[in-house]
């Protein structure tokens, strides 16, 4: 049995889910521009990558293929900006802000 995982019911400290997770409201804006780029055929399908680090929710085109983007939390940033970042299929920052809805709804996502 694995004994990292943790069972959270009812949490009412908001700074776990902060520090730990996506929270409602960024996984709101998140999922609902997943469901943009699917109704155009653009993306297929998606993931969660947790780590102690960060979070990131990837983008696959083809479900059999690697992540085409990761949108990513970093838990602990180094500066401001690098809260939030958008990396390719290599890790390199595409974009980065720190705020997630500024990053996500000023990417040209045909485009990048």
């Not at 996984?27 to 960060?54: P, R």
């Not at 838990?75 to 939030?84: A, E």
Request: include cysteine.
């Amino acid at each position: 049995m694995n004994r990292n995982l943790k069972l959270v019911i009812n949490n009412s400290i908001k700074s776990y889910e902060e520090k730990f997770f996506f929270e409602k409201g960024e996984l709101k804006i998140i999922l609902d521009l997943y469901a943009k780029m699917v109704s155009n055929g653009s993306w297929k399908d998606y993931g969660l990558n947790i780590s102690n680090k960060q979070v990131s929710f990837s983008v696959f085109k083809n479900s059999a293929e690697n992540a085409i983007y990761n949108i990513c939390k970093n838990f602990k940033p180094n500066s401001k900006n690098l809260k939030y970042c958008i990396t390719d299929s290599r890790g390199r920052i595409l974009k980065n802000s720190h705020d997630l809805e500024n990053l996500i709804n000023k990417i040209n996502w045909k485009k990048l």
